[in-house]
């Protein structure tokens, strides 16, 4: 059976539930990562040297880096699901919002969440806070624009994208205190996403 290490309250393990839901694939989950420990240990840090979460272990095959952890179990066990599709320009549509929330949307928002979820209300600068909320609305803003008669991000259905930019929307659009600005294709999106059982399995769940 395939074990995922990671807690259930990291953005980037819950990516890889959300995922394994969709293609009705069964694991077993090992809780890793901040108050747990674990993932310090020298037995975590030779499968994952980085020492973060999630890692996968397959087998004999371990892998690391929660994105191409999706696309692993797409194309290992659910290569018909829809969720990667095969079509050069699809799948390169779908890649590019996968690397967009690494490599840009992620440093912004990450200190948003952990100053409004993760630090104690006496302890929270907001002005920073709230500049760093109106860097990730400006961001969210771009992905309102490309939502406009669309129900999902790319193509006709549920992919990848959706799932990988679903668990950080939570993140935005689920907390309170911080302003935002008017996003309705977003909303549209994501209170569709919100419907799906495996969203409201692993991603509802308040954020911690």
Known sequence: ??????????????????????????????????????????????????????????????????????????????????????????????DRWMDWVLSTLQPVERSVFWGMVRTPPEQRDMAAIQKSADEAGRLWLMVDVHLRGREFLEGDRFTLADIVLGTYCRRFLGLDGIQRPDTPNLQAWYDGLRQRPAFQRHVAPALT
Not at 8 to 20: A, H
Request: one cysteine or more.
């Open 1 to 94: 059976m395939i074990k995922i290490w990671g807690r259930v309250n990291s953005v980037n393990v819950q990516k890889v539930l959300w995922c394994c839901d969709e293609l009705s694939l069964p694991y077993e989950r090992v809780d890793a990562g901040l108050h747990f420990g674990r993932n310090n240990e020298p037995g975590y840090l030779a499968m994952n040297p980085n020492g973060k979460v999630p890692t996968l272990e397959d087998g004999d095959f371990i892998l690391w880096e929660s994105n191409a952890i999706v696309r692993y179990l797409v194309m290992q066990y659910g290569p018909a699901s829809g969720l990667y599709p095969e079509a050069p320009r699809l799948r390169a549509s779908i």
